[in-house]
């Protein structure tokens, strides 16, 4: 359980850059089995809004904010062996962020909840081309397309990344999200067919779990 205490003494860590803290903290919900969902949106999701808010006020630095995003980046490895001991079912998507987008966690985590209900959650990381894009989702025949996108800036590259999938993939099914979507734009996206904008992590793993084919037991 993530009580408030537990969280604030993982935010001070993180605020630091104490990895070892934030690890030992990771690791000490870990033994207590908690829900791996539930770990990603009430620890880190939550710490990391809480990073990108103090910084948007000028509390922190923008160096203060990069630590925390990479000590964050690095406690999802604790994480790996859980996530990557489920059986796979014969599911694939594609998970990217959008051109000249530089903030990876987001989508990192997304692949991270596709591969946690049973489907290969292939990531191409950061500020991937157009044209790198396109050439996964050809070689990879994904079941579902997720773009992330964590700046209003890049809603032009997004737009052209829908358009280009559209014109190749036509029926691929396209979700988006990030914390761009917060303060607005989905309304834009929404309009091009077999687009969804998708706000949170439970909401992601329940269009997942509607999209599964289970195997007889």
Sequence with gaps: MITEDLYGRYLAALLVGDQQACAAIVTELL?????????????????MYEVGA???????????????????????SLVYPIIFARPHLNR????????????ELGGRMVADIFELNGWHGYFLGANTSLAELLAMIGDRRPHLLALSMSTQAGMHALIAAIEAVRRQYSELPVLVGGQ????????????????????????????IRARTTYPAS
């Excluded at 761009?180 to 706000?199: C, E, K, N, S, T």
């Design 31 to 47: 033994n207590g089995c908690i829900d791996v969902k539930t770990l990603y949106t009430n620890l880190m999701q939550r710490s």
């Design 54 to 76: 103090l910084w948007e006020a000028n509390r922190i630095s923008v160096a203060t904010e990069h630590v925390a995003t990479s000590v964050t980046e690095g406690l999802l």
């Design 180 to 207: 761009a979507f917060r303060w607005g734009g989905g309304d834009i996206v929404q309009g091009y067919p077999g687009v969804q904008v998708v706000l949170s992590i439970h909401e992601l793993e329940t269009i």
């Design 92 to 103: 694939t998507a594609v998970v990217s962020c959008v051109a000249n987008e530089f903030h």
